[in-house]
């Protein structure tokens, strides 16, 4: 009996991590009593951010301090309180990212050590693609660059700062189609004023309020929008 109750028991708790493993991998304290101030003006106030999804939303109008959010995560923005990943761990990419021009493509993917194999980029990086210089690829295409190039640094965590700005349709479902394949493996803060894309990232949702991010929930794009509207009375997209 006491060998049948051990076995149920086992079952059972290898049950639970299985249920729950993305739950044990994602859960991540990011940010406890951060505020930053710019002299006498505070821009932040005891922001605390943890997440137990592997997409983590940070979302507000322009110039409240998502991107000094992010700065203060990776070292560039002096903040007190307490980060809880080291700089070093954090990857970034933002709209402005650029590679050098006159980079060649497959220069580029051999000096980050590409896996030819992978089959998240193997769609996007053809013959004709990799043989072409930084400087003859598209927006959009430069911006695929860029992303494989930031998953590729093995950070911890990777933030993405409105990498679809000025994108045409194609190219930004492109690259929504791969930060959710990427996220199943890194932990992703992403920002961005399309409050579609939101909904097609399925995370944890951090709203901008009173100089601090609060964390809500909503099931479609229209309570979004009427909580994006309620909030901040306009949406700026």
């Given amino acids: 009996k006491l060998l049948v109750v051990y076995c149920y028991t086992q079952l059972g708790y290898l049950w639970f991590i299985k249920s729950n493993l993305s739950l044990l991998f994602f859960f991540m ?27 983590t939303h940070i979302i507000g109008p322009n ?3 998502k991107t000094t959010l992010c700065n203060a995560i990776i070292g560039k923005t002096p903040f007190q309180g307490e980060c809880c990943i080291e700089a070093n761990n954090v ?16 220069d580029v993917l ?11 980029f193997e769609s996007i990086f053809d013959k004709d693609f990799i043989k072409k210089k930084v400087g003859q690829l598209s927006s959009g295409q430069e911006r695929l660059l860029s992303l494989c190039v ?6 911890k965590v990777i933030i993405l700062d409105e990498i679809t700005n000025s994108l045409d349709q ?35 949702l951090f709203f901008y309020q009173d100089c601090t991010f609060v964390k809500d929930k909503c099931n479609n794009y229209k309570e979004l929008c009427d909580m994006y509207l309620d909030k901040y009375g306009a949406i700026d997209v």
């Fill in 29 to 55: 304290e990011i940010l406890r009593n951060l505020t930053v101030n710019f002299g006498d003006k505070c821009i932040l106030k005891n922001v605390t951010i943890e997440s137990d999804k592997n997409i």
């Fill in 150 to 155: 930031v998953f590729y640094s093995n950070k």
């Fill in 63 to 65: 110039g409240v301090g």
């Fill in 170 to 204: 194609t190219n930004r479902e492109r690259i929504l189609s791969l930060v959710d394949e990427l996220s199943t493996t890194t932990k992703i803060i992403y920002i961005t004023h399309n409050l579609q894309e939101i909904i097609k990232l399925k995370g944890d």
């Fill in 91 to 106: 990857g970034i990419m933002t709209d402005k990212m650029r590679i050098p021009s006159e980079l060649q493509v497959k």
């Fill in 110 to 120: 051999d000096c980050i050590n590409y896996d030819y194999s992978d089959v998240i």
